[in-house]
């Protein structure tokens, strides 16, 4: 069975957020069909809860490597 593109989880968090920002340019165009824009919608849900939850889990996985504090990189070392 195959899954739907609508249930299919991306690769990685990048190609997740790459999906999401590509489903919200469609939508900014405003010419979508509606059933087609509720889909897009709900996939887009779909990927930001997926995106958020990486990021909470990373944070979580930070927290762990630095004891519990969370520490400021010094203001040199910004990118």
Do not use: N, W
């Given at each position: ?10 690769e ?7 999906e ?38 990373a ?21």
């Open positions: 069975m195959v899954k739907s593109k609508q249930t299919e989880q991306p990685s968090f990048e190609k997740a957020v790459a999401l920002e590509s489903i919200v340019t469609a939508m900014e165009r405003d010419d979508l069909p509606l059933e087609q824009a509720l889909s897009s919608y709900q996939r887009g849900i779909t990927l930001l809860r997926q995106c958020q939850g990486t990021l909470t889990a944070e979580q996985k930070i927290k762990m490597l630095e004891d519990g504090k969370l520490v400021d990189l010094p203001a040199g070392d910004a990118a």
